[in-house]
């Protein structure tokens, strides 16, 4: 059913009139044109399409538009605030957490959720809480230094 489905996207109010069972992914990636979202999958297993809504880690491959009318939508382009990189991506930059960077956007996307949950995370709960994000090119080993960095740096309060 076509409808008007109306989000804060990036922290900018978006419309977007669509089918209403059009999956989150292609409506950011193909009519808003925020393309850091990747497809992976299709099936909720790889992470690759993670975005928040309301500051949850969603797999929008499997998001209908409609479940995001009235929302808060953040991508990895809306993670940083006025210039400067958010903590948790210059973090994965400075401890290279990231070869192809084909899974980063959402990798960052849900380390930001289980920061927002665990401020002081161990190792395990970082495994535990990452656990269905795939990184094919081998960097799981740095995507947790980088997380354990960005908490240091992020406490006291998330941005």
Not at 9 to 23: A, F, I, P, Y
Not at 124 to 131: A, K, T, V
Request: glycine content about 10%; proline content about 3%.
């Amino acid at each position: 059913m076509i409808e008007t489905i109306a989000f804060k996207l990036n922290g900018q109010s978006v419309k977007v009139r669509c089918d209403s069972d059009r999956l989150l992914l292609w409506v950011l990636r193909t009519d808003l044109g925020i393309t850091g979202t990747k497809y992976g999958c299709g099936k909720r297993l790889c992470g690759a399409c993670t975005v928040l809504v309301n500051r949850k880690a969603v797999e929008s491959c499997s998001t209908p538009v409609r479940s995001v009318d009235g929302a808060e939508v953040i991508t990895i382009e809306g993670l940083a605030e006025d210039g400067p990189l958010h903590p948790l991506q210059q973090a994965f930059i400075e401890h290279d957490a990231l070869q192809c960077g084909f899974c980063t956007p959402g990798m960052v996307l849900k380390a930001y959720e289980l920061l927002s949950e665990n401020s002081d995370p161990s190792r395990d709960d970082i495994i535990s809480g990452m656990e269905h994000h795939l990184c094919r090119c081998g960097a799981h080993v740095r995507i947790l230094d980088a997380i354990l960095a960005a908490a240091k740096e992020m406490k006291g309060g998330m941005r």
